[in-house]
């Protein structure tokens, strides 16, 4: 069956497309959900919120654009959507903000300890951080999205890269630290 066919049974909530349909994306969405979560059970969460949401709305789809790029609006939109109402954000003077670039070797560090590190960022952090540098949204659009002021959106994302380079630094000397031995 195809993507389109696919699309349109869903539209009629036949169950056996929206299985399918879970079947082809849920790997893909769920890598965006442990992105936008805390950890691993509330990406589950989050994942099956996100289905819920795209079979809900699966009608206002009108084969226009990417329906992958679709369903990752609403995937992302759904994890962002259990912080938009706490008060995660930090409000910091656009002036202090320093940029932070963090240089990671790639020999060094593997692709898990990253994505680890990035995790367990405090939640205000690792959102922006996860939508500027992941997924290359503006700050303006960051700001749009979780309802905060776009110094905001700079500012913490200037401190989950302080952050996280903090903890490669410790993490490399560690390393040296256990290979001298």
């Avoid at 949401?53 to 609403?74: A, C």
Wanted: hydrophobic share 35%; aromatic share 10%.
């Amino acid at each position: 069956m195809s993507l389109k066919q696919l699309i349109e049974n869903c539209k009629i909530d036949d169950t056996k497309a929206q299985s399918e349909l879970y079947k082809l994306f849920s790997s893909k969405l769920f890598a965006i959900c442990l992105k936008y979560s805390r950890n691993y059970a509330e990406a589950e969460d989050n994942l099956q919120d996100a289905f819920l949401t795209i079979f809900n709305k699966i009608e206002q789809y009108k084969n226009k654009g990417s329906f992958e790029g679709w369903l990752k609006r609403i995937t992302i939109n759904t994890a962002l959507q259990r912080y938009r109402n706490e008060k995660v954000f930090d409000i910091i003077n656009e002036n202090t903000i320093e940029d932070v670039e963090i240089e990671v070797e790639e020999e060094n560090i593997s692709i898990d300890y990253l994505l680890k590190i990035i995790q367990e960022l405090p939640d205000r952090y690792r959102l922006v951080f996860n939508l500027y540098v992941l997924d290359g949204y503006s700050h303006k659009e960051i700001a749009n999205m979780l309802n905060i002021h776009i110094g905001t959106s700079k500012s913490n994302l200037a401190r989950a890269r302080q952050i996280l380079k903090q903890t490669i630094e410790n993490y490399k000397i560690k390393q040296q630290h256990s290979q001298s031995l």
